[in-house]
């Protein structure tokens, strides 16, 4: 039967789609927003049937003003929410402090609450990272922070081991479990789209005129609110204590670029073709902060199997291909994209 779930960042691509399939399944929705006033009205235009069934409250992770109402009432906490920015910012705490904070935060009030459930959308920075000699992950590795990654990778696996540790001291028979997507793709609702998104666009909007010797592991977004929805309805015993890394395969740039040209040629005119040579990349880096933040993952394989969350979950990956398609399709379609 379905009850209450509280889902944390109602503004975000990846909460708009939790909240979608909650919703689409009977469940009553909480969603945290920063700002009611500001976000309510664009979340009502996206769900105008949901009336009672979906309830918008403020609440910042860097503030304890609105959990408990936001809380109140709910069986289970999808926490999504957590700052996914383009840039790397100067000071990593600007990630770390909103990601850990925000996300004991949520963990207390949901406790004081009652909540039974709770699935923390991590992501695999926490496992990918940090281990030079690895080029194969799963469910059992974690990014070693003493190599000192990036900002963003540094804010997830701090908040997934903080949540883990207070959820060892303080609420053992709580279920808990993450969601530790890699690149979420696919179809976006409006032009408010994840910074994951963002690299496709600039595939196909022809930002990106050189291909960088990079490669990414790429997940569609309707399976990754499948994974937070099955995390929330699963039996306790098949997801306590999990981690579900949601990936279903390693792609480069160069393959994405050719993938794009095969599946949607009618908007790959700007997708381009030649590749950027090492040396140029690294040399770009001295002055292109976003050329910075792919310097160090030249040539990197990070292929992380999403194989366990699809045995334990039971659902099966959308092809990285389809996805693809879909996302271009859709920045098109959205007049996003002007391929
Ligand atoms: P997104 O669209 O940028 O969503 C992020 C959400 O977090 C937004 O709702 C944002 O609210 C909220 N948020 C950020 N800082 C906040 C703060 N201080 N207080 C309250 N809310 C705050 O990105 P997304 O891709 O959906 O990401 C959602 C989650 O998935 C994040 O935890 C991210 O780390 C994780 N993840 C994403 C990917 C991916 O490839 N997209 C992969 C792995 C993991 P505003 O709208 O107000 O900014």
Redesign the pocket.
């Known amino acids: 039967m379905a009850g209450t779930v509280l889902v944390t960042?109602?503004?975000?691509?990846?909460?708009g789609e939790v909240i979608d399939r909650l919703l689409a399944k009977g469940y009553t929705v909480h969603t945290?927003?920063?700002d009611a006033a500001k976000s309510e009205p664009k979340l009502r235009r996206r769900w105008p049937d949901a009336g009672e069934k979906l309830k918008v409250f403020s609440a910042?992770?860097?503030s304890d003003d609105g959990w408990a109402e936001a809380n109140a009432g709910c069986d289970a906490v999808a926490h999504?929410?957590?700052?996914?920015p383009l840039d790397v910012p100067k000071n990593a705490d600007d990630l770390i402090i909103?990601a850990r904070d925000?996300t004991l935060r949520a963990l207390e009030f949901a406790h004081k609450a009652g909540v039974k459930r709770f699935v923390q959308?991590s992501?695999?920075?926490a496992i990918a990272y940090g281990q030079p000699d690895k080029d194969h992950f799963d469910y059992t590795d974690w990014t070693d922070l003493t190599a000192n990654p990036p900002p963003y990778i540094q804010s997830?696996t701090v908040a997934e081991r903080a949540a883990r540790d207070w959820v060892a001291q303080n609420a053992p028979d709580m279920v808990f479990c993450s969601i530790n997507?890699?690149?979420?793709f696919g179809p976006v609702y409006d032009d408010d789209m994840?910074?994951?998104v963002e690299m496709v666009k600039k595939i196909v909007d022809g930002s990106i005129p050189l291909i960088p010797n990079v490669g990414i592991c790429i997940t569609d977004l309707r399976n990754v609110g499948e994974a937070h929805v099955r995390a929330l309805e699963a039996p306790a015993e098949t997801v306590r204590g999990e981690r579900f890394p949601t990936s279903q395969k390693f792609m480069w740039i160069r393959e994405m670029a050719d993938t794009i040209r095969a599946r949607v040629p009618q908007h790959a005119g700007k997708v381009p073709t030649r590749r950027m040579p090492d040396w140029l990349a690294k040399f770009l880096a001295l002055f292109m902060p976003e050329m910075r933040q792919i310097k160090g993952e030249l040539g990197n394989v990070r292929d992380v199997s999403g194989r366990h969350t699809e045995e334990k979950l039971g659902f099966t990956y959308i092809p990285a291909e389809q996805t693809l398609e879909d996302t271009v399709k859709s920045l098109v379609a959205k007049g996003i994209v002007k391929a």
């Open positions: 960042g109602g503004t975000g691509y990846i909460g945290t927003v920063r910042d992770l860097l999504v929410a957590s700052p996914f909103p925000g959308t992501s695999a920075a997830k997507p890699v690149a979420v994840s910074t994951s």
